[in-house]
Each structure stands twice: as C-alpha cells, then as structure tokens.
C-alpha cells in the first residue's frame, strides 16, 4: 500500500492559479488518484479522480474549466493544475487512492469511503 503526500498550497489572489502535488512512497500504476477538499465545517468534498488506465477524468461541476488532473506514473506523482482560482475553493486539499483503480463515480460524485490512503493535505487559500 503506496503513502501519498501533498504539496503546492499556499495563499493566493482571486485569479489566480497554483499547482498541487501527489507524491506516493512506491507505484502509483495500480491506483487511481483522487481529489478532495474540506473547508471549516463543512464535509470533505471530492473535486477530481483520474482512473490509472488514462481517459478524461472525473471533475465536480465548480471545477470544471478551471481545474486540470493529471499524472506522470514514471515520477509516482499526480497533480492537480488549479487556475482562476475563487475564495470558494479555499480548504484543504487532499490526494487519495483508490483500490478500485478505476475512480466511482455515483451521482456525479465522489466519495471519500471509496479511497484508503490519505496524505495529510495542503492548505489553498483564496484571498486578495
């Protein structure tokens, strides 16, 4: 079972953009990559899962066009391109993977109990 970490957050201005980083302990060819974000008090949200066979990934519909996942097995590291960034996306985001490889999509969402390992996540804050 890989360990993922996050990094790439920061503060930054409306508009903005900044890149995230999901870096594993071993191989990540198996797994698909999840992404998911908590605000204060509120439940951890999933924004994005990229399946580990390629094709488009899944995105929650107040990050479409604005939010890119990719990754690059070769490094063990995923990545989640954030542009014109808004005070709602402000929380922490985490990476998980997905025993499944393939990412769930119910709803058009996805949920957290279908990923089993987490990094500690970053904080992305919206701001001027």
């Known amino acids: 079972q890989v360990q993922v970490a996050e990094s790439g957050g920061g503060l930054v201005q409306p508009g903005g953009s900044l890149r995230l980083s999901c870096a594993a302990s071993g191989s990540l060819l198996d797994y698909a990559i999840g992404w998911f974000r908590q605000a204060p008090g509120k439940e951890r949200e999933g924004v994005s899962c990229i399946n580990n066979a390629g094709g488009p990934p899944y995105y929650t519909d107040s990050v479409k066009g604005r939010f890119t996942a990719s990754r690059d097995d070769g490094k063990n590291t995923a990545y989640l391109e954030m542009n014109n960034l808004k005070p709602d996306d402000t929380a922490v985001y985490y990476c ?3 025993w ?3 990412c769930t999509v119910e709803d058009e969402r996805i949920f957290p109990s279908d990923f089993h390992s987490w990094g500690q996540g970053t904080q ?3 701001s001027s």
Do not use: E, H, L, Y
């Open 96 to 98: 998980a993977t997905d």
């Open 124 to 126: 992305v804050t919206v």
């Open 100 to 102: 499944a490889g393939f």
